[in-house]
């Protein structure tokens, strides 16, 4: 004899089975998304502007004469800013005029030399260079230099060479001054001018 499932029974069962399509349904409908994209055009115009170069703000020396010939330092800093955006490269010049007294009336006879050691005036190392307070800059590349340099009174002479590519930005040289006093030199306070100069160009 066959029983009969209560009708009610059926229609719950329905019912759960209505509402798993439901549920599948709105599965499927959420991962369907409309996509949209556009592109639009950026551009930077860069301009550049000038090469320069900043001495120290003052080169001072003091030295007690013993019957030797002596050498005394002053180590300041020598900055290149280069902001021409050409990487063409820079080269860095130093002249001076005699260091000459009034009283007495003398005219010094020691040289003025340039390297990168605080320690010797003989010394075959050159200038560090870093980068200056708030500027990302590339390096100088440095050749074609022999340290140390003897400052020229008449002329220049070449105390840095930024290789092409290197050298952007706003860069400090460590160069160290150094004065070769001789042991004949007259007592006296001395004095003149020393200028740096920058030109383009390894």
């Known amino acids: 004899m066959r029983t009969r499932r209560p009708a009610t029974r059926r229609a719950w069962k329905a019912s759960c089975l209505g509402m798993g399509a439901v549920a599948v349904a709105a599965t499927a409908s959420a991962v369907v998304v409309d996509q949209a994209s556009a592109t639009t055009t950026a551009t930077a115009d860069i301009s550049g502007s000038t090469l320069t170069a900043t001495p120290p703000t003052s080169l001072a020396w003091s030295d007690t004469l013993d019957g030797s010939d002596q050498s005394v330092v002053d180590t300041a800093p020598t900055t290149v800013v280069d902001s021409t955006g050409s990487g063409s490269g820079w080269n860095l010049t130093i002249s001076m005029t005699s260091l000459t007294s009034s009283s007495p009336s003398a005219t010094f006879g020691g040289s003025?030399?340039?390297?990168?050691?605080?320690?010797?005036?003989?010394?075959?190392?050159?200038?560090?260079?870093?980068?200056?307070?708030?500027?990302?800059?590339?390096?100088?590349?440095?050749?074609?230099?022999?340290?140390?340099?003897?400052?020229?009174?008449?002329?220049?002479?070449?105390?840095?060479?930024?290789?092409?590519?290197?050298?952007?930005?706003?860069?400090?040289?460590?160069?160290?001054?150094?004065?070769?006093?001789?042991?004949n030199t007259m007592a006296a306070s001395y004095s003149g001018t020393v200028t740096v100069a920058v030109s383009t160009g390894p």
């Open 112 to 183: 003025l030399l340039v390297d990168g050691s605080s320690s010797s005036s003989s010394s075959s190392t050159g200038p560090t260079a870093s980068c200056g307070t708030g500027s990302t800059c590339t390096l100088p590349t440095n050749s074609g230099v022999t340290y140390p340099v003897t400052v020229p009174t008449s002329g220049s002479a070449k105390i840095y060479s930024s290789a092409s590519g290197t050298g952007l930005g706003t860069v400090d040289l460590g160069t160290d001054f150094w004065l070769d006093v001789p042991a």
